[in-house]
């Protein structure tokens, strides 16, 4: 239960009037139980008396209405939306002006202080902003990284990741290296294959081709059955995109052989590969529908070097002429002879790696 709170009023009038209550007394006393006889100048004490009486009676109360509207006032300031200090008149007692010269600063403090938490909880707003931009960046890369993982080595996202320049994967035209390998007579091995087995065979295929591929700074563009296809020196120089490719079909051709009796052991059949290489100028960029792209690389050179692929033999690596003269200071080639291309008018040299 709610204890009941005493006013400054009610305690001025109770004060008062026992105080006042006293001289009467004396009065009564002196004249009913002494016989006091009244005189002239006991009327003119007892007249003194009661204006004293009055004027205390009239100070008294003066000052409980200044302290009871400092009270009103001071409510009315600690309620208010907008604070504000109280200014009062000069004749209100020391006490009282002390009081709300201390209201007055308590209230200045307190302004302080809302200031000071509106500055910071501006800064943590903007700290907040910024921390839920960064955030969405990290996202976005996150979503770029996992999507560049997908064709190209993880060193190499990073680096395009944090490059200032253009993302090296847009729509282009430059000079590039074209790797195509192949594995020979699929069809036929295959068809005596469960479905289960010829993607179980074809993944762990893809896997050990693909890091290699990425390992030469390559870029997987896609995989057609038990064909793929990449694409070197799109990234950095494309004289080193050459180089890089002749040496990835090498490691292709010894990672296979390594891999067969791995595959034997599994029950898969074995076999072998083919890869033709060629470099040239090439279209890079996003090629399909609005519902469906793919980033591919299209041109002449592209055409030659899968048809180079075509006729390379089990274990073979062909090159086209461009490819060659970028490598046969690094890489041991042979002539291969000349191929016709459909749609080309001229013939393509080809040489072969490693003879």
Known sequence: ??????????????????????????????????????????????LVALIMHLVGYSV???????????????????????????????????????????????????????????????????????????????REEGVSRNRLSRYIDKSLVEKIINSEEDIPLQNARQEATMLFADIRSFTAISEHMAPEEVIGMLNDYFDAMVKIIFKHHGILDKFVGDELMATFGV????????????????????????????????????????????????????????????????????????RLQQMSEGHGIIVGEKTYQHCQAYVPMKPKGEIKVKNRAAAVKCYEVGK
Request: charged share 25%; proline share 2%; glycine share 6%.
């Open 1 to 46: 239960m709610k204890k009941k709170r005493i006013k400054f009023k009610d305690i001025e009038q109770a004060s008062y009037s026992l105080i006042g209550f006293i001289p009467y007394l004396l009065s009564f006393y002196l004249i009913i139980y002494l016989d006091v006889k009244i005189t002239a100048e006991l009327l003119v004490v007892g």
């Open 60 to 138: 008294i109360r003066r000052f409980g209405k200044q302290l009871a509207n400092i009270c009103d006032i001071t409510a009315k300031a600690a309620m208010s939306e907008h604070k504000y200090s109280i200014e009062l008149n000069d004749d209100i007692p020391d006490e009282l002006s002390e009081i709300v010269q201390h209201f007055n600063a308590v209230l200045a403090e307190s302004a302080r202080s809302s200031r000071n938490f509106q500055e910071v909880t501006t800064k943590l707003m903007v700290y907040t902003r910024d921390i839920e931009h960064y955030q969405q960046k990290l």
């Open 235 to 306: 990234i950095g120089d494309s004289k080193e995109g050459a180089l890089n490719a002749v040496k990835a079909s090498i490691a292709m051709q010894a990672r296979v052989k390594s891999l067969m009796p791995e595959f034997r052991a599994k029950g898969y059949p074995v076999f072998e590969i083919g890869i033709g290489i060629n470099t040239g100028e090439v279209v890079m960029g996003n090629v399909g529908s609005k519902n469906r792209m793919d980033y591919t690389v299209i041109g002449d050179t592209v055409n030659v070097a899968s």
